[in-house]
């Protein structure tokens, strides 16, 4: 059943990231958006069978619910409209293609060789309590400075949006 | 049994095709969607590793990995917005100067 379910999220995932970068049908933005949306809840399944039950809510609240809506809001704000309808050029896709394979077989290479997850088995509940506790206590310091880096975030966001851009 | 190679071989098959969108697609925006998705990709392995080491570490990380992304993407688009304004393309090929 876990290997079924491990399957079918993983799939789910490749296909629609696939379709994010290289949607045979379409150039739209928009289309992309929304398989992305689909790539990031299908890895929230994928965080589910790992037992990260935390992380999945996080992924579909953060991810799906504020960074989609941040990238829609853009496209739909800058009305593209003259979106690439000729194919890609030959030697991008060269290149694209020379890189997916070099870098996925060599990963996936070292991965098979290394036998990294030889003996290991799957063990950590990821409880949501103790990942709060790790993170407030271990963690503290790493977990302020992110909230300073929230707030810088915001107001450079503030600063660039303005009308008259020095 | 699913064991952590498979998980990451599907970070690793991740992370290049969002690798090949950064390479591929001309239009700014889909490039930063690329960008996500080696991000994404990152994440996964981190949780499995967590997972398979017993350890709470990984998806600390991850925690702190998806926090910065969100930051990113709000200061990345801002700055995509402002070069729209200025230059009226979201287009790599039209982005060539560094003169604004």
Known sequence: MEALLFYLFASLTLICGLLVVANPLTRNPVTSAMFLVLTIVSMAGLFVLLHAFFLAAVQVMVYAGAVIVLFLFVIMLLDIKSVEQKGFNPLSLFMGLLGLLAVGGMVIQSILRSNVGQGLKPQLEGATKELGVELFTHYVLAFEIMGVLLLVGMMGVILLSKKDLK | ?100
């Open chain 2, 1 to 100: 049994m699913i064991g952590l190679e498979h998980y990451l071989i599907v970070s690793a098959l991740l992370f290049s095709l969002g690798m090949m969108g950064v390479i591929l697609r001309r239009n700014l925006i889909v490039i930063y969607m690329g960008l996500e998705l080696m991000l994404n990709a990152a994440n996964l392995a981190l949780v499995a590793f967590s997972r398979f080491n017993n350890s709470m570490d990984g998806q600390v990380m991850v925690f702190f990995v998806i926090t910065v992304a969100a930051a990113e993407v709000a200061v990345g688009l801002a700055l995509i917005v402002a070069l729209y304004r200025k230059r009226q393309s979201t287009e790599v090929a039209d982005l060539t100067t560094l003169k604004l």
